[in-house]
């Protein structure tokens, strides 16, 4: 009989690199190696649904972590241009009234902390993805295994989109004041007020910044599960899906 310590050690096999074997994949090569009967057929010893659950469980944990890891070094948002995190709509006016006035570094250095203030702050998220992911019942992981290619993203948006917005939020202000792009958001305003028939232009930094942040984290998870699912591992994908069925 598999032991739990076996099962976690495959679950562990996320595909950082190209050719590592994902979860279905180590699933599949314990099937035909082991002889393992899962349940739904309700019969024999081995895996459990519940063993199942919990292998899910531990791979997701380890791509949250890995996604929250490369957006929270240096650069991890500024230079991803995938989820670079621009100026709020309200203020492109702003940026472009600077542009001509010779003053568009102002502009430019906002964006520059906003996303230096992202990096700081989305890896104190940990604890709040992790906690969703411990939570995850046996309905929840068996969705996931016969959902679309982004269906535990979806489970973990929908189950911390609220409470990670609300808990990152404070996160996100302090980080903005560390980076310096409060008092670069009241330079920026300032001079534009300078500008003779400019409407006024306000946007809260704060809000924007967690949100586009959000945005970038589900991003790179949404790409960890696609490896999951992708791989040589369709089959697996499939022998999964008619376990679960």
């Given at each position: 009989?598999?032991?739990?310590?076996?099962?976690?050690?495959?679950?562990?096999?996320?595909?950082?690199?190209?050719?590592?074997?994902?979860?279905?994949?180590?699933?599949?090569?314990?099937?035909?190696?082991?002889?393992?009967?899962?349940?739904?057929?309700?019969?024999?010893?081995?895996l459990s649904l519940a063993d199942?659950?919990?292998?899910?469980?531990?791979?997701?944990?380890?791509?949250?972590?890995?996604?929250?890891?490369?957006?929270?070094?240096?650069?991890?948002?500024?230079?991803?241009?995938?989820?670079?995190?621009?100026?709020?709509?309200?203020?492109?006016?702003?940026?472009?009234a600077l542009k001509l006035v010779?003053?568009?570094g102002l502009a430019d250095d906002?964006?520059?902390?906003?996303?230096?203030?992202?990096?700081?702050?989305?890896?104190?998220?940990?604890?709040?993805?992790?906690?969703?992911?411990?939570?995850?019942?046996?309905?929840?992981?068996?969705?996931?295994?016969?959902?679309?290619?982004?269906?535990?993203?979806?489970?973990?948006?929908?189950?911390?989109?609220?409470?990670?917005?609300?808990?990152?939020?404070?996160?996100?202000?302090?980080?903005?004041?560390?980076?310096?792009?409060?008092?670069?958001?009241?330079?920026?305003?300032?001079?534009?007020?300078?500008?003779?028939?400019?409407?006024?232009?306000?946007?809260?930094?704060?809000?924007?910044?967690?949100?586009?942040?959000?945005?970038?984290?589900?991003?790179?998870?949404?790409?960890?599960?696609?490896?999951?699912?992708?791989?040589?591992?369709?089959?697996?994908?499939?022998?999964?899906?008619?376990?679960?069925?």
């Open positions: 009989m598999l032991t739990r310590r076996a099962l976690t050690l495959a679950a562990l096999a996320f595909p950082a690199t190209a050719g590592a074997q994902s979860l279905f994949d180590q699933g599949r090569n314990l099937l035909n190696q082991g002889g393992i009967s899962l349940p739904g057929a309700a019969r024999g010893t081995g199942i659950t919990q292998g899910l469980k531990d791979a997701l944990a380890k791509g949250s972590q890995a996604t929250l890891a490369r957006l929270g070094k240096a650069d991890g948002f500024l230079s991803d241009q995938a989820v670079h995190i621009p100026l709020p709509d309200q203020l492109r006016q702003v940026q472009s010779g003053a568009a906002l964006e520059t902390r906003m996303n230096h203030a992202a990096e700081q702050a989305v890896p104190k998220a940990k604890d709040i993805f992790l906690g969703a992911i411990r939570n995850m019942s046996v309905s929840d992981a068996k969705g996931i295994l016969d959902g679309p290619t982004d269906a535990a993203t979806q489970y973990l948006r929908r189950t911390t989109g609220t409470q990670i917005g609300a808990q990152i939020r404070p996160l996100i202000e302090t980080a903005l004041q560390q980076a310096g792009a409060v008092n670069a958001y009241d330079r920026m305003l300032g001079r534009y007020a300078q500008i003779p028939g400019m409407p006024d232009a306000k946007a809260s930094i704060v809000d924007w910044t967690r949100d586009k942040g959000l945005d970038g984290i589900f991003h790179y998870i949404a790409q960890e599960e696609a490896d999951i699912r992708a791989n040589p591992a369709a089959r697996t994908t499939e022998l999964l899906k008619k376990v679960f069925g």
